[in-house]
C-alpha cells in the first residue's frame, strides 16, 4: 500500500515538473518571438510614419520659403503628388492656413475637408494644439476622416511665418494600410489573436486607445511596446500553448531520466544503506553482550573513547555478585544466567541514564559515573547495593537473595580512566576481604 502511494506522489510530482518545465520553455520561446516581432514591427512602422514625417516636413519648408507663404494650386499639386510617389505609405497631403483645410491632394478623396476647421472641432483640436504648443510634430489617431469617413493616422506639423502660428500641416496615412502590414508581420510569425493599443491626443477615454483587436486573448498574456515615432504602442498578445504531444514527450523524457539515472542511484542507496545497518549490526554485537543486552568490556572501552569533550572528571565502579559461583555449582548455569539478566535489569533500572553500565565478564560488572565526585559515587553505589539486597530473584521457580560488593575510584581527567578502573579493581577486593557485601572507596587522588 505505501508503495503504491509512493509511486502515485512519484507519478504527480512528475507531471508537475512536466507542466513546469514546458511553461518555461513556452515562455522563453514566447518571449524570443516577441522580441522578434517587436523590431520587425519597429522597422515596418518607422518605415510608413517616416514617410509621412518627412512629405509634412517638405510641405512646412514648400511654405515657408515661397513668397508670403504662398503656394498655388499647381504648385501644390506637383509636390503633392511627388511626395505621393516617393512615400507609398502616404495617402493624402493637407494644407491648413490658420488650421482651416484650403488644399488636399487627391482632391478627389478629400474634397469634403475643404474649409474645415480643426482648431474649432473638438474632436481634432487637442493633437492640432499639441503640435503648435510643442512646436514639434503630432501623430493623432486612429481617427475617423471628416473626408471620407476612413479611419487614419495624420501626422500634423505646425507652420511659423517668423514667431508667428501661420497654420498646419497634414500627411494622413490610412489606418488599413498600417494594420494590414502590421498583421502580415504576426502571422509570418504564427500570431493570429492580438490587441494593439496606442496613444491618440484626441481623445480623453481609455477605451478610445485600442487601434485593433483580433481574436480572443486567453490565459496568460504578454505584452511589448512598438516604436512609432514619440509614442509608443502597446502589442499585447496571448501564451503560446504547447500541444499535448510535447508534454507527453517531456513526461516520458523525465520518466526515462528517473528510470536510467534515479533508480540505480536509488538501488546503491539502498544496498549502501543496508550495508551501513550491517555494520552498525556487527558492531553492536561486537560491543554488546549477548546474555544481558548491556555494554561488554569491548563497548565499554568503545564509549570510553567517545565521551563527550565536556566530561573530564568522574568516578569508576566495579562490583560483582557475591558467591556467585555457588549459585551455578548447585543450581546449573541456567540458573546462573538467569541471574545475570535479572541482576542487569534491575541495576538499569535504578542507575541514571547518563552512567554507562557494562558486564566485563562472569559476574563482574563495570559502571561509569561522568562528571561527579567520589562521595556523590559512593552515594549511588550504597543506594545500588541495597536495592539488590532487598530484591527476591525469581529463576526458574527458584527464589534467591543477592549481594554485591563494589570498589569506587576516582578520576580527574579522562587519561586517568585506566588507572581509576586499576585502584577500583583494588577497592572491590578490599570489599570482598572484609565480608562482601559492601563498597569500598580508594580516595586517593590518582
Known amino acids: 500500500m505505501l508503495n503504491r502511494f509512493l509511486a502515485f506522489i512519484f507519478i504527480v510530482i512528475l507531471i508537475l515538473v512536466t507542466e513546469l518545465i514546458v511553461y518555461s520553455l513556452d515562455k522563453n520561446k514566447d518571449e524570443k518571438r516577441l522580441l522578434l516581432v517587436v523590431a520587425e514591427l519597429n522597422k515596418v512602422m518607422g518605415s510608413i510614419f517616416n514617410g509621412a514625417l518627412i512629405s509634412s516636413e517638405v510641405l512646412k519648408e514648400m511654405v515657408e520659403v515661397s513668397d508670403d507663404h504662398t503656394l498655388t494650386h499647381n504648385q501644390l499639386d506637383r509636390i503633392a503628388k511627388k511626395l505621393l510617389q516617393d512615400y507609398e505609405f502616404v495617402d493624402s497631403i493637407l494644407l491648413l492656413p490658420n488650421g482651416v483645410v484650403s488644399y488636399a491632394y487627391p482632391y478627389a478623396d478629400n474634397m469634403k475637408a475643404i474649409g474645415h476647421d480643426v482648431l474649432s472641432d473638438h474632436n481634432r483640436k487637442l493633437g492640432s494644439l499639441e503640435a503648435i504648443l510643442n512646436r514639434e510634430v503630432a501623430i493623432i489617431g486612429p481617427v475617423q476622416l471628416v473626408q471620407n469617413d476612413k479611419q ?19 500627411s494622413v496615412v490610412y489606418l488599413e494600410s498600417i494594420l494590414s502590414n502590421i498583421d502580415r508581420v504576426l502571422k509570418s510569425y504564427n500570431i493570429t489573436e492580438y490587441d494593439l493599443l496606442g496613444y491618440n491626443p484626441d481623445s480623453k477615454n481609455n477605451y478610445d486607445k485600442i487601434i485593433t483587436s483580433h481574436g480572443v486573448l486567453e490565459g496568460e498574456k504578454l505584452s511589448a511596446s512598438v516604436s512609432v515615432f514619440n509614442t509608443k504602442w502597446e502589442l499585447i498578445i496571448s501564451r503560446t500553448q504547447s500541444s499535448s504531444h510535447i508534454k507527453v514527450f517531456v513526461f516520458i523524457s523525465l520518466l526515462v531520466f528517473f528510470l536510467l539515472i534515479i533508480t540505480p542511484s536509488i538501488r546503491y542507496f539502498k544496498k549502501y544503506k543496508g550495508s551501513e545497518r550491517e555494520k552498525l549490526i556487527l558492531e553492536n554485537e561486537a560491543y554488546t553482550d549477548f546474555l544481558t543486552g548491556l555494554s561488554n568490556r569491548r563497548g565499554f572501552e568503545h564509549r570510553i573513547s567517545h565521551l563527550d569533550s565536556s566530561v573530564t572528571y568522574g568516578a569508576v ?130
Not at 152 to 170: C, D, K, M, Q, Y
Not at 397 to 422: C, D, I, P, Q
Request: glycine share 6%; hydrophobic share 45%.
Open 152 to 170: 487614419a493616422f495624420i501626422v500634423r506639423r505646425a507652420i511659423r511665418n517668423g514667431s508667428e502660428f501661420w497654420g498646419l500641416t497634414s
Open 317 to 446: 565502579a566495579i562490583f560483582d555478585i557475591d558467591f556467585f559461583k555457588r549459585i551455578n555449582d548447585t543450581y546449573g548455569h541456567d540458573a546462573g544466567d538467569g541471574v545475570l539478566v535479572g541482576f542487569a535489569n534491575l541495576c538499569r533500572m535504578h542507575i541514571s541514564d547518563s552512567f554507562v553500565l557494562s558486564r566485563s565478564g562472569g559476574e563482574e560488572f563495570i559502571l561509569l559515573m561522568p562528571s561527579i565526585n567520589i562521595a556523590e559515587a559512593k552515594a549511588q553505589c550504597e543506594r545500588l547495593r541495597k536495592v539488590i539486597s532487598k530484591e527476591l530473584f525469581i529463576v526458574n521457580s527458584l527464589e534467591l537473595n543477592l549481594t554485591m560488593s563494589v570498589g569506587v575510584a576516582y578520576f580527574n581527567h579522562k587519561s586517568e580512566l585506566k588507572k581509576a578502573l586499576t585502584l577500583a579493581d583494588k577497592a572491590l577486593y578490599q570489599a570482598k576481604q572484609q565480608g562482601r557485601d559492601r563498597v569500598c572507596v580508594i580516595k586517593a587522588s590518582i
